[in-house]
């Protein structure tokens, strides 16, 4: 399909700058989602990231003619059997701030005795009028800094400590994040493929 218009459906400040800056290059208008009526909040009730965007996206975009792209993402820590994972956002309770979850997880780190390494993971899904077009997932690997570095980024990005670039999340250029971030390395592949269904690939 060829897409001229787009909406991002997400509330989370930081996700809807970066994915803004992974699409510039691609010519869409990329519109928020002031500019679609909310649909009822959507429950992130799925057990995986990928249920939650489809969820978001399919939801969304029964609200708007143009095609809603949907970003449900987190922090997997190994040691701690995936958690956060699905629940990132909600970690330290519902109202908590970025500096609470990251407490908490560094807190429930101190009392294990794995290791601190860990992934994020991106899971990106496209519907139009209520139909899932297209879902990819992307991640990155790295390490639970013992505590918080730099401040850039968002949420847990300053104790993701990025061990090919030896900093923080929070301590890298908009560019060197997306350049590596799960996010990033999502919506290279959304575009990809859909360069591959539009017989451009
Ligand atoms: P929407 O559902 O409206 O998109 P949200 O913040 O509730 O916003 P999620 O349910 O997908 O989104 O939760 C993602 C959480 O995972 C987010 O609040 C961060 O704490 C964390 N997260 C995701 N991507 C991240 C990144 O690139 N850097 C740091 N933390 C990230």
Wanted: glycine residues 12%; aromatic residues 6%; proline residues 3%.
């Amino acid at each position: 399909m060829s897409i001229s218009h787009i909406v991002l459906a997400t509330r989370n400040a930081g996700k809807l700058r970066e994915l803004r800056s992974l699409l510039s290059e691609t010519g869409w208008r990329v519109h928020g989602l002031q500019e679609i009526a909310m649909p009822a909040e959507v429950e992130e009730t799925g057990a995986t990231f990928s249920e939650n965007a489809r969820r978001k996206a399919v939801a969304y975009s029964g609200r708007t003619d143009y095609p809603v792209l949907a970003d449900d993402s987190g922090l997997e820590v190994f040691a701690l059997g995936g958690r956060p994972g699905v629940v990132s956002a909600r970690y330290a309770g519902e109202g908590a701030g970025d500096a609470e979850r990251i407490a908490n997880l560094l807190a429930e780190l101190d009392q294990t005795h794995g290791g601190r390494d860990a992934r994020f993971v991106c899971a990106l899904a496209l519907a139009l009028r209520g139909h899932l077009l297209l879902e990819v997932e992307g991640e990155c690997r790295g390490v639970i800094a013992p505590e918080p570095r730099g401040r850039r980024g968002f949420g847990y990005d300053p104790v993701f400590f990025f061990p090919q670039l030896g900093k923080t999340f929070a301590e890298l250029s908009e560019e060197e994040k997306n350049a590596h971030s799960h996010r990033g390395h999502a919506v290279k592949l959304l575009l990809t493929r859909l360069a591959e269904q539009s017989g451009l690939g």
